[in-house]
Nanobody, 126 residues
Framework: VQLQASGGGLVQPGGSLRLSCAASGFTLNSGSTAWFRQAPGKEREAVSC????????YYTESVKGRFTISRDNARNTAYLQMNSLKPEDTAVYYCAASRRSLILSTQYNPTNYDYWGQGTLVTVSS
């Protein structure tokens, strides 16, 4: 199983980026998929997750209205569209996939995810 994350880079405040997470050896739509991020000196935090099948989406408060998670089942790829980026969004972003459909109380816990991408760096700076 591999998750290949890409799309990070340097962007000015207010700009946009779209992260991709391409999966192989595992069907993303069979479980929950999430994006986490880790800033220097901080713990890894959950940003957003999407449940399988119906595709219910959840966002941490700091990114609501700015980030959108999605999944293309035909391409077996998840995305994180990030708009109105702020310097505090600077972090390494990781995609993660679970073999289960995680409920609300567990989906932000990284230990509940079985597979992880390698991380892609997002830097928001002028």
């Amino acid at each position: 199983v591999q998750l290949q994350a890409s799309g990070g880079g340097l962007v000015q405040p207010g700009g946009s980026l779209r992260l991709s997470c391409a999966a192989s050896g595992f069907t993303l739509n069979s479980g929950s998929t999430a994006w986490f991020r880790q800033a220097p000196g901080k713990e890894r935090e959950a940003v957003s997750c999407i449940r399988p099948y119906i595709g219910t989406k959840y966002y941490t408060e700091s990114v609501k209205g700015r980030f959108t998670i999605s999944r293309d089942n035909a391409r077996n790829t998840a995305y994180l569209q990030m708009n109105s980026l702020k310097p505090e969004d600077t972090a390494v972003y990781y995609c993660a996939a679970s073999r289960r459909s995680l409920i609300l109380s567990t989906q932000y816990n990284p230990t509940n995810y079985d597979y992880w991408g390698q991380g892609t760096l997002v830097t928001v700076s002028s």
